[in-house]
């Protein structure tokens, strides 16, 4: 199975960028769905972007044109590029695995996101 280790989350003030990181221990470009999901404090865990393999990325309305999605096959890692960020996109991120050729669905262990004045 694959293991996912994530990187790059903090604080930042409104308006600023973080970049999160996803090394996966297997190739990332064998791997069909990946995706990163946000989960507010007593809230659900939610999809924020996702990228199938050989389809387009897609993204949650409250991310477009803020958010970019992207594999990096040579690194084995996942990205999630945020731009102009804002109060409501503090939550805790999650790197999602799932689809061929693993038997279940894998999570990373979480990284938190702040965003504040």
């Known amino acids: 199975q694959v293991q996912l280790s994530e990187a790059g989350g903090g604080s930042v003030q409104p308006g600023g960028s973080l970049t999160l990181s996803c090394v996966t221990s297997?190739?990332?470009?064998?791997?069909?769905?990946m995706a990163w999901y946000r989960q507010r404090p007593g809230a659900q865990r939610f999809l924020v972007a996702a990228?199938?393999?050989?389809?387009?990325?897609v993204y949650v309305t409250s991310v477009e044109g803020r958010f970019t999605i992207s594999r990096d096959n040579a690194k084995n890692t996942l990205y999630l590029q945020m731009n102009d960020l804002k109060p409501e996109d503090t939550a805790v991120y999650f790197c999602?695995?799932?689809?061929?050729?693993?038997?279940?669905?894998?999570w990373g262990q979480g990284i938190q996101v702040t965003v504040s004045a």
């Open positions: 990228s199938p393999k050989g389809s387009k990325s």
């Open positions: 999602n695995a799932d689809g061929a050729p693993l038997d279940k669905n894998t």
């Open positions: 297997l190739p990332i470009d064998t791997i069909y769905y």
